[in-house]
C-alpha cells in the first residue's frame, strides 16, 4: 500500500512508541522518508500529509532529505489507530494502539454499566420484558403459586391479544401493600398488584357459563388445561368493544372476569412468554 504503482515511489513508516498510554504526556514519533523506485531517499522538497482521525490530528511539513517526523500526544482512548501519510507520489498507512489511563478505564467501565442500567431498566423492562411473580394459584395445573415468568410486552403493543393466550394485566383499585420496619422509621408504600390470567374472548363475542362448560358466541370451548370444570353458572355475556373475558384455568379458585366482569383493554400489560423459575420446570408458556 506504500508504493504507487504507477510511479513507482514509496513512503517508509518508522512509528516509535506503537503503544501509547492517552495522558496527554506520552508522544508519538512518526518518521517517513519518500523514496524512489531505486530504493532512495528522494532529495526533493515535497508536501507530506499526516493525519490520524481518531485522534483528531493533521499535519502538514516539508520533505528534505532523510525524511520528515510528525509528532504528537494521545489526549483519548481510540484503542487501535490508524495513521495516514501521504504524497502526491505515494501513501502509506500504520497503526498504533491507544491505551486508556486507570482514569480512563474507570470512567469508560462506569460509563458501560450505567448504560447498560439505562438499557435495561429504561428500555427493555418498560418495552421489552418484564419478570413476574405468580403470587397464588388461580392459574393451576398451568402456572403454579411462586413461579416466575418473564412476559414479552411488545407483542400488545403491536396487535391485540387473542383468545387462549395468558396474559398479564392490572385491574383499577388493585394494590398490594407492603411495609418494612427500620430502627428509626416504618416505610409503607403500595404497588398495582399484577393479575395473569387466559384470555377467553375479545370485544364483541358473547360469554356464557353453563353445564360446567364455557360457551363463546354459543360454541363450547374445549380446554384441556384446566383444573377442574367450573363448578358455577354465569348468564350470557356480550362483550363490548375493546374489552377482553380473562378466566384463571382453576376455575374454581379464581378471582376474574365471571366475578368482575369484562376487562378494559388498556389494563393488558404483557404476554407470558416463559417460566423461567423453578429451574426443573423451565419452559414456554402456551
Same mark, same amino acid.
Given at each position: 500500500?506504500?508504493?504507487?504503482?504507477?510511479?513507482?515511489?514509496?513512503?517508509?513508516? /518508522? @512509528?516509535?512508541?506503537?503503544?501509547?498510554?492517552?495522558?496527554? =504526556?506520552?508522544?508519538?514519533?512518526?518518521?517517513?522518508?519518500?523514496?524512489?523506485?531505486?530504493?532512495?531517499?528522494?532529495?526533493?522538497?515535497?508536501?507530506?500529509?499526516?493525519?490520524?482521525?481518531?485522534?483528531?490530528?493533521?499535519?502538514?511539513?516539508?520533505?528534505?532529505?532523510?525524511?520528515?517526523?510528525?509528532?504528537?500526544?494521545?489526549?483519548?482512548?481510540?484503542?487501535?489507530?490508524?495513521?495516514?501519510?501521504?504524497?502526491?507520489?505515494?501513501?502509506?498507512?500504520?497503526?498504533?494502539?491507544?491505551?486508556?489511563?486507570?482514569?480512563?478505564?474507570? +470512567?469508560?467501565?462506569?460509563?458501560?454499566?450505567?448504560?447498560?442500567?439505562? !438499557?435495561?431498566?429504561?428500555?427493555?423492562?418498560?418495552?421489552?420484558?418484564?419478570?413476574?411473580?405468580?403470587?397464588?394459584?388461580?392459574?393451576?395445573?398451568?402456572?403454579?403459586?411462586?413461579?416466575?415468568?418473564?412476559?414479552?410486552?411488545?407483542?400488545? +403493543?403491536?396487535?391485540?391479544?387473542?383468545?387462549?393466550?395468558? =396474559?398479564?394485566?392490572? +385491574?383499577?383499585?388493585?394494590? /398490594?401493600?407492603?411495609?418494612?420496619?427500620?430502627?428509626?422509621?416504618?416505610?409503607?408504600?403500595?404497588?398495582?398488584?399484577?393479575?395473569?390470567?387466559?384470555?377467553?374472548?375479545?370485544?364483541?363475542?358473547? @360469554? /356464557?357459563?353453563?353445564?360446567?362448560?364455557?360457551?363463546?358466541?354459543?360454541?363450547?370451548?374445549?380446554?384441556?388445561?384446566?383444573?377442574?370444570?367450573?363448578?358455577?353458572?354465569?348468564?350470557?355475556?356480550?362483550?363490548?368493544?375493546?374489552?377482553?373475558?380473562?378466566?384463571?384455568?382453576?376455575?374454581?379458585?379464581?378471582?376474574?372476569?365471571?366475578?368482575?366482569?369484562?376487562?378494559?383493554?388498556?389494563?393488558?400489560? =404483557?404476554?407470558?412468554?416463559?417460566?423461567?423459575?423453578?429451574?426443573?420446570? !423451565?419452559?414456554?408458556? +402456551?
Amino acid at each position: 500500500m506504500g508504493t504507487n504503482q504507477e510511479t513507482g515511489f514509496r513512503i517508509d513508516v /518508522e @512509528v516509535k512508541t506503537d503503544a501509547v498510554v492517552s495522558d496527554g =504526556a506520552h508522544e508519538v514519533s512518526v518518521k517517513c522518508i519518500v523514496r524512489d523506485k531505486n530504493g532512495k531517499s528522494i532529495r526533493d522538497e515535497i508536501p507530506v500529509n499526516f493525519s490520524c482521525p481518531k485522534q483528531k490530528v493533521k499535519d502538514q511539513k516539508i520533505s528534505r532529505p532523510g525524511g520528515v517526523t510528525f509528532k504528537f500526544k494521545p489526549r483519548r482512548p481510540t484503542g487501535k489507530t490508524k495513521i495516514l501519510v501521504s504524497t502526491s507520489l505515494a501513501a502509506k498507512e500504520a497503526f498504533i494502539f491507544v491505551k486508556p489511563t486507570p482514569a480512563q478505564y474507570i +470512567r469508560d467501565l462506569i460509563q458501560a454499566v450505567v448504560l447498560a442500567f439505562i !438499557i435495561a431498566f429504561g428500555l427493555i423492562r418498560p418495552f421489552i420484558l418484564q419478570t413476574y411473580y405468580i403470587p397464588s394459584g388461580s392459574m393451576e395445573p398451568t402456572l403454579y403459586e411462586g413461579d416466575r415468568v418473564i412476559g414479552l410486552m411488545f407483542p400488545y +403493543r403491536l396487535r391485540d391479544p387473542k383468545p387462549g393466550e395468558i =396474559a398479564i394485566f392490572r +385491574r383499577q383499585g388493585e394494590y /398490594e401493600h407492603h411495609l418494612l420496619r427500620l430502627p428509626f422509621h416504618t416505610f409503607r408504600w403500595k404497588t398495582q398488584t399484577n393479575f395473569i390470567k387466559r384470555v377467553m374472548a375479545t370485544g364483541g363475542d358473547t @360469554v /356464557e357459563i353453563r353445564d360446567l362448560t364455557v360457551y363463546v358466541n354459543h360454541k363450547p370451548i374445549k380446554e384441556p388445561y384446566i383444573m377442574e370444570p367450573p363448578m358455577y353458572d354465569m348468564p350470557a355475556l356480550k362483550l363490548p368493544a375493546k374489552t377482553l373475558f380473562m378466566m384463571g384455568d382453576n376455575r374454581n379458585n379464581s378471582n376474574d372476569s365471571h366475578l368482575w366482569g369484562p376487562l378494559p383493554r388498556g389494563k393488558i400489560m =404483557a404476554k407470558a412468554w416463559i417460566r423461567f423459575w423453578p429451574l426443573n420446570r !423451565i419452559r414456554i408458556i +402456551r
